[in-house]
């Protein structure tokens, strides 16, 4: 996706970076307007996140709506929903941070999520960055209850998993 999204955009940094926040941010653009889910997102509030002008953030939306590939993906994108990361600790949740050697490996989550099943722990929550569009990409598991350190070792035993974090 991200590849078709650069190539429709190429010569225009400033627009790709606004691209790549809507995208990051689940953000879809439609009838000249960009939405967080059916909230309309105020023009210049995405012009102070990307670094730009409101006028770049306008022609950006009308580089979008014109074209057709790129009306496609970004009229059809919607948020993934709220993380529950930053109040785990709070709900009494556990959390597994997960780094990948390769995130475009295959198994890491289906395994991760076995070695917690087997622990009879249920999962609330699973988040996976895009590789292409963050520079360190994270699985991370939202466990109903704290994830036993023991599990670290068989973690890192995972197939193409580099590092762990169990909080």
Known sequence: MWDKIAKC????????????????NGLSVR?????????VIP???ISRVAGVDRRT???TIK???????LKIIFSGISPAGSSLRDVAKY????VVE?????????????????????KNISIRQAIVDDPELTPEPKLILIAETKVPGELIPEFLKIRGVSKVSVY
Not at 31 to 39: A, E, F, Q, S, T
Not at 91 to 94: P, R
């Open 9 to 24: 955009l190429e010569g225009y940094p400033e627009r790709l970076n606004v691209a790549k926040i809507l995208i990051k």
């Open 31 to 39: 009838n000249g307007k960009i939405y967080c889910g059916d909230i």
């Open 57 to 59: 953030v306008i022609q």
């Open 91 to 94: 709900l009494n949740f556990g």
């Open 43 to 45: 023009v210049v509030r």
């Open 98 to 118: 997960i780094t990948p050697v390769d995130a475009r490996m295959p198994g890491i989550l289906a395994a991760a999520a076995s070695l917690i099943a087997q």
């Open 63 to 69: 580089m979008i709506e014109s074209n057709p590939e």
